[in-house]
């Protein structure tokens, strides 16, 4: 079966799901995939358990980039305080630990929960365990292969981060 969409995200983690939130607040079909049954296990063990979501201190000049610009433009359009009044706006209560990080006062799992709610509400489709088997670009279009089912879209985005913490299921994809 053929399936299209505006945009595919492969990577459910915190990247995955802010990058569907936003594509999806712009009107675009989202379709975001990751092959585990349970998404966002960096952000539930990040800050142990209690999610260190931003830094207050966030700007441009504490990144490194071969293209220096585009954390300026990045912060410029998305800062911490946006994701600071996305916390406050779903009553999570946080405090400042050392040099500016914040954290949940409670669980993680009430980020991960706030993230999903903004998904659900931007309209983005989310299939777990989903192990994309290939992925071609034929003309302008990406070919995203799971099973005996096509997912196409002129946008895709890899989110799958890194081999960090293998036990939480990262791969090498």
């Known amino acids: 079966m053929i399936h299209k969409y ?3 995200i492969v990577g459910a ?6 990058c569907a939130i936003e594509s999806g607040k712009r009107g675009k079909s989202v379709l975001l995939v990751d092959h585990s049954a349970k998404i966002g296990e960096k952000i539930r063990i990040s800050g142990g358990g209690r ?5 207050i ?5 504490n990144f490194i980039s071969q293209n220096p610009n585009f954390s300026i433009s990045a912060l410029n359009q998305y800062t911490q305080h946006d994701f600071i009044e996305l916390i406050e706006k ?12 914040l954290f ?5 799992q009430l980020v991960i929960d706030m993230l999903l709610s903004e998904c659900n509400q931007a309209n983005v489709l989310i299939k777990k365990s989903f192990k994309v088997e290939s992925i ?3 003309d302008n279009e990406y070919i995203v292969i799971n099973d005996n089912d096509k997912y196409i879209s002129k946008s895709l985005v890899i989110a799958t981060g890194g ?5 939480i299921g990262a791969t090498d994809f």
């Open 6 to 8: 505006d945009v595919i």
């Open 13 to 18: 983690g915190a990247a995955g799901m802010m």
């Open 51 to 55: 999610c260190n979501f931003t830094n």
């Open 57 to 61: 201190h966030a700007q441009p000049k």
């Open 90 to 101: 779903y009553n999570i209560a946080y405090h400042e630990k050392t040099l500016g990080q």
């Open 104 to 108: 949940c006062d409670q669980k993680s």
């Open 136 to 138: 071609e670009k034929i």
């Open 163 to 167: 081999l960090s913490i293998p036990k």
